[in-house]
């Protein structure tokens, strides 16, 4: 079984600025994936960021950058010039990749981030 | 549409009553699940489908709990005799598999917006 904890429940930081979410899992699996998801008022999960185990070049997507330590199962997310449309809860995740199949997702407990002026 | 769709949006219900969430994939998607969150919490897997067949069905809380998807499209959650802890965020997403013999393409599930479930 995957595990996947936030240990940041809140976090701010100002428009412009650089902030770190940080994320820690565990699983016994060789082949899975690292997701950050970005969860806005209206609910919907929208995929931020992801980062296949098995490659160790770190996945950026724009403003959005992971470090990924696989030995220390650590993926947190960066985020460069932050603009006040992301403020949301952000939830890391992980799955398993099994041939054939789709994996189910395992959540974290999610980091509130507040942008400010 | 191109997202996932889920209706109704919100439903208030009364405990002991039965209720049907629906869940409406993205066209070519053959993998749907479910997912629960309650207030605060992250999302929890309940149920997975391939198609028509539910293939992994080990999240769901209690025999009340019961998903089905048919014709391997639309996908009904039903929550019967409800109760106040079944008050909850109810997540669908769908998905491609994964190929066969490589784990390089990943398959991101998408989300739809939820149907949140209020018990009295």
């Known amino acids: 079984a995957q595990t996947v904890t936030q240990s940041q429940p809140e976090m701010s930081v100002q428009e412009a600025e650089t902030v770190t979410l940080s994320c820690t899992y565990d699983?016994?699996?060789?082949?899975?994936?690292l997701f950050w998801y970005k969860q806005p008022p209206s609910r919907q999960m929208i995929l931020v960021i992801r980062?296949?185990?098995?490659?160790?070049q770190n996945a950026t997507e724009n403003r959005f950058s992971v470090n990924f330590q696989k030995a220390a199962k650590s993926f947190s997310l960066k985020i460069s010039d932050s603009q006040l449309g992301d403020t949301a809860m952000y939830f890391c995740?992980?799955?398993?990749?099994?041939?054939?199949?789709?994996?189910?997702?395992?959540f974290g407990t999610g980091t509130r981030l507040q942008v400010t002026l | 549409g191109a997202g996932v769709s889920q209706s109704p949006r919100y439903k208030v219900a009364k405990r002991g009553q039965d209720v049907a969430l629906r869940c409406d994939p993205i066209?070519?998607?053959?993998?749907l699940f479910w997912y629960q969150q309650a207030l605060g919490q992250g999302p929890e897997f309940l149920t997975y489908?391939?198609?028509?067949?539910?293939?992994?069905k080990s999240g769901l809380p209690s025999d009340r709990f019961f998903a089905e998807r048919p014709e391997g499209s639309v996908s009904t959650l039903k929550i019967q005799r409800t109760q106040q802890e079944d008050s909850a965020v109810y997540l669908c997403?769908?998905?491609?598999?994964?190929?066969?013999?490589?784990?390089?393409?990943?398959?991101?599930?998408?989300f739809g917006d939820g149907t949140r479930l209020s018990i009295l």
């Open positions: 995740a992980s799955a398993e990749w099994t041939a054939g199949t789709a994996s189910k997702l395992t």
């Open positions: 699983t016994s699996e060789n082949n899975y994936y």
């Open positions: 980062q296949e185990a098995y490659k160790q």
């Open positions: 489908f391939q198609n028509e067949a539910q293939l992994d």
């Open positions: 066209s070519g998607h053959v993998s």
């Open positions: 997403a769908s998905s491609l598999v994964a190929p066969r013999y490589t784990p390089s393409a990943d398959q991101p599930q998408h």
